[in-house]
């Protein structure tokens, strides 16, 4: 069945070490049809339920993944796919460590996960109704148990203390166009004869920057866990201007809307001027240290770290963006963004961007000026995967939890919270700025290398897009730990604004 070869396709492609048959492999919730069928060598199938495991032969044990009959590192590999989503909720923790315990190698875990795929099974289930068809059992177990959140399975993976990858396997097309697939019959012999030139590849390719419907936790035992490297400044910090105390920078890169606020430092980034610049006011990003050419690609981000190598600023600094700005006086303190979208309103508006003395001193205690969290549907995490590439935020994730595992708790927050601080804004103390700056730019240029651009000009921000899960990641273990914070609403222009 397509279904089926679909969601072993990634497997096939992770572990082609399958196919030793030197090695001992356990397929737990092996069902009617199992990983054997493509691999050609016996697999010990195990599954709860006996009548789903005549077709796997002689080696075949029906029980529990939540009680295997099996001493601790009992087999080289160990998969388990598609099972998870049957359990009830409570029984999924134990099972992954159970699963974990008996391998000897590596663990292989895939289940349908997340906002999406929840969505996506009662969609279907919506669908067979409408068609007057019933109900499949497997279905009905999905919306009876729930599909496993991402935050959950995470969670439990992170507590094995083993090193582990969250990989995508099945994405949402892909999934569900196999499912109507397999109700055509005559695509049988099609199947068939792709299954002779192709064995092990899927019949229905992914379609790149798809969310996935499923993903696969894969568990590595052979290596230990990677040691937590704090990221070190490598030259001297700029000298600060502690006579002028504070220092905020609005940046853009489009020279006629740029509005003039007093306290404001503009900064124009995306170009490097081949002429004297006509416009002394500004400060440019094509400095002595510069990654003013990846502005494309981070956006503001060039400006922060000009800021942070270059610039002799106050014991405060800050960043806007030459559409938002904190709004310090606001009217009404729970309207997360003002529109401002005529001259008139924004002149009336250049009032209340002016630091408040209560705000000079919450910073002055080490305090940290934020916009409100911004609310983001399902969730911080699956937002970001639905509007740019799953895999690049996957990867940002992975690389933190391996370069600061402290930082776990609140990396996992973001697979449940649906409030995030976004647009790269915030206003702190100097000492805090250089800190999340180290840290910050250790991540992205480490990712940078590895990041598939997805096409277009907007997609191609992947690092800027980031940014901003990272600073959240950052922003919530320094609010937890006790750093202060001032959440402020803000202004938004719009073109009519700078008309």
Known sequence: MINWKNRYARVLTLLPELANPCLTVLEAGAGSSGIARYLGRPVLAVDLQPANLKAAGPLATAASVTQLPFADASFDIVICIDTFEHLPADQRTPALRELARITRHRLIVGSPMGAFAAAGEEQYWLMLRWRGQPTPNWLEEHLLQGIPTLCDMLSAAADLGLPFHLLGNETLIQHYAGLLADEAPFLANANAALNFKRPLGPPLGPGEGDVYYSYLIDVDKTTSQEIAIKAERTVPLPTFDMDNDIRIYCVGHDLHRFPTFT????????????????????????????????????????????????????????????????????????????????????AAASASIKMTETCRNMLATGGIVVPLPERLTPNVAEHYMRHHHPDHYLQAIELLLKRHPHLRPYALEQFADDGGYTNNMFICDATVFDELCVWWFDLLFRLQDNLTPLGGSYQQRAPAFLAERLLDIYLRWRFATGTPKCELPIFFLTDGAFS
Not at 281 to 304: G, H, K
């Open 263 to 346: 306290g404001m430092t503009r900064f124009f980034v995306g170009k490097t001027p081949r002429e004297p610049f006509a416009h002394p006011s500004f400060v440019t990003d094509d400095q002595p240290e510069s990654i003013c050419d990846r502005n494309p690609t981070y956006s503001e981000l060039t400006a922060i770290y000009s800021v942070w190598r270059n610039h002799r600023h106050g014991r405060f600094v800050g960043f806007c963006h030459y559409r938002r700005y904190f709004d310090f006086l606001a009217a009404s303190p729970d309207t997360r963004v003002t529109t401002i979208s005529t001259p008139e309103t924004l």
